[in-house]
């Protein structure tokens, strides 16, 4: 049973300020992993995909990803209200097409 | 390129009542998924199809059958609806022989009195 934990929120933090969002897995076997953005409402999209223990870099986003930890962080650097939404994390399994098992999501509010 | 698509968009049902969602995708992806999502409990896999003519259960499948129909389409059909069905679904879509990403569909809001 793959298992996704992630603080469901909200987490506030001031415009211009770093958010950080944590997630941790427990299927060792996970090779991947993707950020998704949902806006309430709205269908989730991806922000981030890193396979690669390390930093990636996108814009104001990065990715760390620690495997031995079995723990992976999104970074948004100078946080603007539109980044208010939840971010949901997914590790990715063996390569198979057996969908993406979701954390519960952060939800992240900006204050202006 | 419309990507996923997904109706109806918004359903109210009564207990007992059957209904199909449903959903296409146009980017010849392999993998389909039928996620649910519901306040507090994240997205759930109720079923998904690796490949045309495949089926296969997801965490949630029970009350739901789905159809692959063929390589484009996937349905989620409710027999006999309950309340504890009231949820957002999402139909989703991937390559997963390449990165695995999810494309999701806009999402189909049910009610069930």
């Known amino acids: 049973q793959k298992e996704v934990e992630q603080n469901s929120g909200p987490l506030s933090v001031p415009e211009g300020a770093i958010a950080s969002l944590n997630c941790t897995y427990s299927d060792r076997g996970s090779q991947s992993f993707f950020w998704y953005r949902q806006y309430s409402g709205k269908s989730p999209e991806l922000i981030m995909f890193?396979?690669?223990?390390g930093d990636k870099e996108d814009g104001r986003f990065t990715a760390q990803l620690n495997k031995a930890s079995q723990y992976v962080s999104l970074l948004i650097r100078d946080s603007q209200p539109s980044d208010s939404a939840t971010y949901l994390c997914a590790p990715r399994g063996g390569g198979g097409a057996d969908g993406l098992t979701f954390g519960k999501g952060t939800h992240l509010i900006i204050q202006p | 390129n419309a990507g996923v698509t997904q109706t109806p968009k918004f359903q109210v049902l009564k207990t007992g009542q059957s209904m199909t969602l449903q959903c296409a995708q146009d980017?010849?992806?392999?993998?389909m998924y039928w996620y649910r999502q519901d306040p507090g409990m994240g997205l759930r896999l109720i079923y998904y199809s690796a490949s045309e003519g495949t089926t296969d259960k997801g965490e949630v499948p029970n009350g739901y059958n789905v159809s692959r129909l063929n390589k484009r389409e996937f349905s989620l059909r409710l027999e006999s609806a309950a309340p504890s069905q009231t949820s957002v679904y999402f139909c989703a879509s991937s390559d997963h022989t390449n990165t695995g990403e999810l494309f999701f569909g806009e999402g189909s809001r049910l009610t069930v009195l």
């Open positions: 890193i396979y690669s223990n």
């Open positions: 980017m010849n992806h392999n993998s």
